[in-house]
């Protein structure tokens, strides 16, 4: 297990909380739609900063050459948002919201509030780059008795949604594009995996507070800054679920160790890097491998760099991935599909006597590893100076550099770093005044703070302390309390969300698949008496796959009983095992109790079913 102490693991978060206002800049609705619209096409180039300087990850981007397609669904989507007309005011609800933020966390509010131009141009943004406006500064946020510094607040407008990709053709929609979010950002004081999730499942239920933010997995995202002490700060862009935060800090803390790792072991062995890219191809000449084969019959080449003392650091000896994938990453920023590396050949059709022949014709020894690239010779010797880049970067330690989160809590390499070159000033938007009696008027409109929350619930709720923090810390503390006070029941809605959701999850079920109305719709029905709470967890599974409250309770055949069903029904199971009752008496009732339950499948109450069973063979024990 990992001391993160002594590793001195330092982890910031960006949370990026989408409003449920109307957009940023225009009047349109912040709704994401199915519509597509029409299209049009774009490329981007990286621009200089107000200071005359190229931001390194722009340079990157820009050197891909995508060509952009936007889709305009004219339901939520107008000429702001294809950079055909300028941008109006900000919304006032939205900079109401970053306002509260603010004070919330005792920062301290800028005077004015002047937009920024954020240079972007992998395609998200149809103008080159991301409006964004500094609203305060120098906050504070109390998470378990620790003061979590917030150095920064923003509000800024979201990119738009990446719909596919095709190649060197990268296809947006506009309608997420221009809804507001607020950024806040931490300092890096956090110092430990689960120290991360609490500080942002605390940020996110400030948020919440307001009911002003959206709800729904992709509507929070957080970016996660982690280093360790002989590392780098690698920033891990786009996390959306919450309960992966930690996964991604103990993964990427064991990346950065073992970059580490390998380091010392090149060190070790002298290694270096050869920048010369070689001409392999006539050993290709006969070749069996169907990639190089085809890329041949295309004109394109094949292409070799020599790695000294590279060797089994590549890829380990159990197969484990090492430097390779991070040499692949970079050169396929370049646009290739990818190489080939010494620790993994022979395989895809490349034999073991055309590894020999790579090897004598580069002289490399035992300890020596190669890259191969089939390309053409101009994009070959660009993915080759990328891997050579990062392969003398293996030599320092850990790249500073920003990834991108997988699903399952692994990174890939997207980009460097982006620095203050990328930021000038917006000069189609004015400054927004913040004048004293409107702080004033914010103040006083202030939602409940954390703390102020859970005390109230265990008073109006009869929740314990245990219970309230975990609705909070979970995300589902506002929709119980819309539910329980439109339908009363709040121990079994608490245990719904606290017991049976964490139950489905474990079986696999994707409990953000049910929208909210479902759930209110739900608990609706329940107290209404249309089934009993033992029918919950199975109407749910049904709601998971998309039906209709209706359609999960016809699903799971549940539906409301009365008493006279539930004694006929415990009659005849009493009658099947007559033998079973006579020898065990009044004992009995437990194991007869879950034969009842199972056959009316939360078609009625538990309490009701276990008074009448109890009446039922009490009658019987006393007749025998």
């Known amino acids: 297990m990992m001391d993160y102490k002594e590793l001195g693991l330092r982890v910031g978060l960006e949370v990026h909380q989408q409003l449920d ?7 349109c609705p912040s709704e994401l739609v199915e519509e597509e619209g029409n299209e049009t096409i774009r490329s981007l180039r990286a621009t200089a900063s107000e200071m005359g300087e190229l931001d390194p990850a722009a340079i990157i981007e820009a050197a891909k050459g995508h060509r952009f397609i936007y889709q305009q669904p004219e339901s939520s989507s107008c000429l702001v948002e294809l950079d055909e007309e300028p941008p109006g005011e900000p919304n006032e609800d939205a900079m109401d919201i970053a306002l509260k933020m603010s004070l919330l966390m005792g920062s301290k509010v800028m005077d004015e509030i002047h937009f920024m131009r954020k240079i972007v141009v992998d395609g998200s943004n149809t103008t080159g780059f991301q409006r964004t406006a500094l609203v305060a500064m120098d906050g504070t946020l109390e998470v378990d008795g620790k003061d979590i510094g917030i150095p920064t607040i923003c509000l800024e407008e979201d990119a738009a949604r990446n719909i596919d990709d095709h190649g060197d053709n990268k296809i947006y929609r506009l309608d997420r594009l221009g809804i507001p979010l607020v950024e806040i950002v931490t300092s890096p004081v956090i110092e430990s995996p689960e120290e991360a999730r609490e500080v942002a499942q605390t940020i996110g239920g400030l948020l919440r507070a307001t009911r002003k933010v959206k709800r729904g997995l992709g509507t929070i995202r957080e970016d996660v800054n982690i280093s360790i002490t002989k590392g780098s ?3 891990i862009k786009g996390v959306q679920d919450l309960k992966m935060l930690p996964e991604y800090v103990k993964i990427e803390v064991e990346r950065q160790v073992n970059l580490l790792d390998i380091r010392e072991a090149l060190i070790s062995k002298s290694a270096a890097v050869d920048p010369d890219m070689v001409d392999v191809q006539q050993i290709f000449k006969g070749t069996e491998s ?13 292409y070799a760099l020599k790695l000294k003392g590279f060797a089994s650091l590549l890829r380990g000896e159990e197969g484990e991935p090492l430097l390779g994938p991070e040499l692949a990453a ?5 646009g290739i599909g990818g190489i080939f590396h010494s620790d ?15 090897s004598e014709f580069l002289s490399l020894d035992k300890n020596d590893a190669f890259i191969l690239i089939s390309e053409e010779e101009d994009k070959a010797s660009a993915a080759a100076d990328r891997v050579i880049e990062r392969a003398e970067m293996a030599l320092e ?18 980009r460097p770093i982006s620095g203050g070159a990328r930021m000038y000033p917006e000069t189609d938007v004015p400054p927004f005044r913040v004048d004293d009696e409107l702080l004033k008027s914010t103040e006083e409109d202030l939602p409940e703070t954390p703390k102020e929350r859970l005390k109230r619930y265990a008073e109006e709720y009869d929740l314990n302390l245990q219970q309230s923090r975990q609705l909070f810390r979970k995300g589902y503390d506002l929709i119980f309390e819309e539910i329980v006070d439109n339908t009363g029941n709040p121990s079994v809605v608490a245990n719904t969300f606290l017991q049976t959701f964490p139950e489905l999850e474990k079986e696999g079920y994707d409990m953000n698949n049910i929208e909210d109305d479902k759930l209110k719709s739900l608990f609706k029905k329940f107290s209404d008496g249309g089934f009993a709470k033992e029918g919950i967890l199975d109407i749910i599974k049904e709601l998971v796959e998309g039906k209709s409250v209706e359609e999960a309770i016809d699903s799971a055949g549940i539906e409301s009983v009365d008493a006279l069903y539930v004694r006929e029904a415990i009659t005849k199971i009493l009658d099947e095992r007559e033998g079973f009752v006579n020898e065990r008496g009044l004992s009995a009732l437990g194991p007869i109790m879950g034969v009842v339950m199972k056959e009316l499948r939360g078609k009625a109450d538990g309490e009701m079913v276990s008074n009448i069973l109890k009446e039922e063979l009490a009658k019987r024990v006393s007749d025998g």
């Open 233 to 235: 700060r690698v920033e």
């Open 290 to 302: 169907t990639i190089i084969k085809n890329n041949i019959k295309k004109d394109k080449g094949v």
């Open 344 to 358: 993994e050949l022979p395989a895809y059709g490349i034999t073991e006597e055309e590894v020999q022949d790579i």
């Open 330 to 334: 970079y050169a396929k920023t370049t």
């Open 21 to 27: 206002t109307g957009k940023l800049f225009c009047k």
């Open 397 to 414: 330690g850990v790249p500073g550099e920003t990834r991108n989160a997988q699903l399952d809590g692994s990174t890939v390499y997207l």
